[in-house]
């Protein structure tokens, strides 16, 4: 047997696997079509990181060694309904140090790859591109497209929303396109921000403004596909002065930092995240509105969830064991389930539809608003995943 695991796919959520399995005895392959780009400007790819998964970066040695001038801490959210309704979060109220951290995808893709390039029990395997596999009762057996033929007792798909590993298992995934894009850019701004996260649920569409570190926000506009082409079409000073617009021009004067890239929007979830001697994590098992920001916070849940049972196996059990695949599956179950449908519900109501269900959601987040136990609930869910 060459391994006991092979993950295919070494995004933020198979490399941090392969990451938090350092401290075992359990021999990783890693499949990867290609490096991470290099180091550059700004990222316009930012995840707001939630501090339960900052905490499990911190576990797996990547946090610390990340450039934490290129991470900006929030501290505040505002959310503004379509029609006067508005929700405040702030880390002072609940007693936390800050709600999240802004991070460049390319920064923490960067930090794990060295990582697990130096990993004793990894061996990388890029690029690489897995052509057939092969399920037997006790391993699992991937032949690359250049001949070679690798064994393993689990095979973990991490190969993102558009899972090869998952089609080739024949695990059906259920897609609802949005038919919405997410625009995303960096600009400068005129106005210091003050760690202040930004959200406007508008008619055409929503838009996030997130704080970068000094004078720099990222923007996330989930917008319906025609008011996202329109947007991709502007010149960049347009662009910034469209979205400077849009947020009421709460920071001043914006100026695009980059191009602005459009990525399309759709809900995808899976039956069964596990099979015969092989898991899915990441974008492989689900795919969520980004409204939330919570895809790739539920993809290092998965990491650290399956980590966390690979880790606990005695030596001579089978980390490929269906029981231990399942009991995976059932940790995993609730909490995506969850944030799947309650992004999907709020992207449904602040559609553009009638003046009452307008009111009445414009209504609930003023309310809420007024309700801190109920706010304070909310921060603590987006925070550890518990009310
Ligand atoms: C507009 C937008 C905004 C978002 N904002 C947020 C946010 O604020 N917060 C948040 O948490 N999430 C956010 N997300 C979601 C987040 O981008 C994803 O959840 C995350 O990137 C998924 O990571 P992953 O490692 O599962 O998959 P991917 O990032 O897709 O990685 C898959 C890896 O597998 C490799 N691969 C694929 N196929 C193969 C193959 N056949 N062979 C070998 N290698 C292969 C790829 O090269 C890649 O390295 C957003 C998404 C969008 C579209």
């Known amino acids: 047997m060459d391994f006991d695991i092979l993950i295919v796919g070494a995004g933020l959520a198979g490399a941090s696997l392969a990451a938090a399995l350092r401290g075992t005895h359990l021999r990783i392959g890693v499949i990867e079509a290609r490096p991470p780009a290099p180091a550059g400007d700004w990222d316009a790819r930012i995840y707001a990181i939630s501090p339960v998964n900052a905490a499990f970066l911190e576990r797996i040695g990547a946090w610390e060694h990340l450039d934490h001038s290129r991470i900006a801490p929030v501290y505040d959210m505002q959310i503004h309904g379509d029609d006067g ?5 702030s880390c002072y109220d609940s007693g936390l140090d800050e709600l999240a951290w802004i991070v460049e995808s390319g920064l923490m893709q960067r930090e794990l790859w060295e990582s697990i390039k130096r990993q004793h029990n990894v061996k990388l395997l890029c690029p690489a591109v897995p052509a057939s596999l092969a399920r037997e009762e006790d391993k699992a057996s991937i032949f690359l497209e250049d001949g070679r033929r690798l064994d393993a007792r689990l095979i973990v798909g991490a190969d993102g929303v558009q899972s090869w590993v998952r089609d ?4 059906e995934a259920h897609f609802s396109p949005y038919a919405e894009k997410g625009v995303v850019a960096n600009f400068s701004c005129s106005k210091p921000h003050h760690g202040v996260a930004r959200q406007w649920f508008r008619k055409d569409g929503i838009l996030a403004w997130l704080p970068l570190p000094g004078n720099r926000i990222s923007i996330v506009w989930s917008a319906p596909d025609a008011v996202a082409d329109e947007l991709m079409a502007l010149e960049p000073d347009l662009l910034a002065r469209r979205v400077a617009e849009a947020g009421g021009n709460q920071l001043g004067v914006l100026e695009a930092l980059g191009p602005a890239q459009a990525f399309p929007l759709r809900l995808m979830r899976v039956d069964d995240p596990v099979g015969a001697r092989l898991a899915l994590i990441g974008d492989a098992a689900h795919a969520i509105h ?4 919570h895809g790739i916070n539920l993809g290092y849940q998965d990491a650290m969830t399956l980590a966390d049972k690979l880790a606990a196996l005695p030596g001579w059990r089978d980390p490929g064991e269906i029981e231990v695949l399942r009991s995976y599956a059932r940790a ?10 309650t992004t999907h519900g709020l992207n449904h109501l602040f559609r553009p539809t009638n003046p009452i269900v307008s009111g009445l959601r414009n209504l609930g987040m003023n ?3 007024r309700i801190p136990v109920v706010r304070n609930a909310l921060v603590r869910y987006a925070i550890s995943g518990k009310f």
């Open 367 to 369: 309310l809420t608003n």
């Open 332 to 341: 995993r179950a609730e909490e995506t389930a969850l944030l799947q449908y």
């Open 85 to 89: 309704g508005r929700l405040d979060f």
């Open 168 to 171: 080739k298992a024949g695990i």
């Open 290 to 293: 980004p409204l939330s920001g």
